[in-house]
């Protein structure tokens, strides 16, 4: 690599525990911890819509650094997480998978740093109702 030239990587993300293949899987990739898991404000992050039947999704040419992933199941297709007095209804799913308690957990806590070639990140999908 060059002096100064930044290195690429791929991210492979693939999801399990979907409880059927109904709908969509939706994926947000950010960088940002401010807008995450939403990234409805973040101009760089990269989300993608693949059916639930087959539950991989590829990213190409990321530059390294630290990255997160919000994964829902989007089982009516209706493009958000459905829920009931603030209970997801729908799957939703997190890089590292880490435990959730109340609210999404931080940045910090889904962050995975991409530093070489490729990298997988597993995510287990959890659905609450």
């Known amino acids: 690599m060059l002096p100064g030239a930044v290195g690429t990587g791929e991210l492979s993300v693939d999801v ?31 989300t993608r819509s693949i059916p639930a039947g087959s539950p991989k ?42 435990p959730v308690t109340f609210g999404p957990p931080r940045f910090s806590a889904e962050r995975f740093t991409l530093t070489g070639d490729a990298e997988t990140q597993q995510v287990r999908m959890r659905y609450l109702l």
Request: proline share 5%; net charge negative; glycine share 10%.
């Open 16 to 46: 399990s525990n979907l409880r059927s293949h109904k709908g969509f899987v939706r994926v947000c990739l950010t960088a940002d911890p401010q807008n995450f898991p939403a990234c409805i404000d973040d101009a760089q992050a990269v």
């Open 57 to 98: 999704i590829r990213f190409d040419g990321l530059a390294h650094g630290d990255y997160a992933v919000a994964v829902i199941h989007d089982e009516n297709g209706n493009r958000k997480l459905d829920t009931f007095a603030g209970i997801p209804r729908e799957g939703f799913g997190f890089s590292r998978n880490p």
